[in-house]
């Protein structure tokens, strides 16, 4: 699979079917801290998203320590967008 896009059973003309993007958020959910493509998804519904550390070391990740994370999928033939998955992360060193 290639950038996270599982074309399943239905392709699209000239694309794959669903796309996945992963969102860091803040402990309430209101805030929208990082959103990412994600690098792959699968046929079993496993999503890889790979997340440098680079990504973590400006100052404004000092506060941001915790939050909620989700996985969101797309359907490019409806539209329709869903939420794979979603919990909690904790950066630590």
């Given at each position: 699979m290639d950038a996270?896009?599982?074309t399943g059973d239905a392709d699209t003309p000239?694309?794959?079917r669903y796309s996945c993007?992963?969102?860091l958020r803040s402990p309430d959910g209101s805030e929208l801290w990082l959103s990412r493509r994600?690098?792959?998804l699968t046929v079993d519904g496993y999503v890889t998203c790979l997340l440098p550390a680079s990504l973590f070391t400006s100052a404004e990740w000092l506060s941001r320590a915790s939050?909620?994370?989700l996985f969101r999928v797309t359907d490019a033939v409806d539209g329709?967008?869903?939420t794979m998955c979603w919990g909690y992360f904790a950066l630590t060193d």
């Open positions: 996270a896009e599982y000239g694309g794959p993007v992963l969102e994600c690098d792959q939050g909620q994370y329709s967008v869903g």
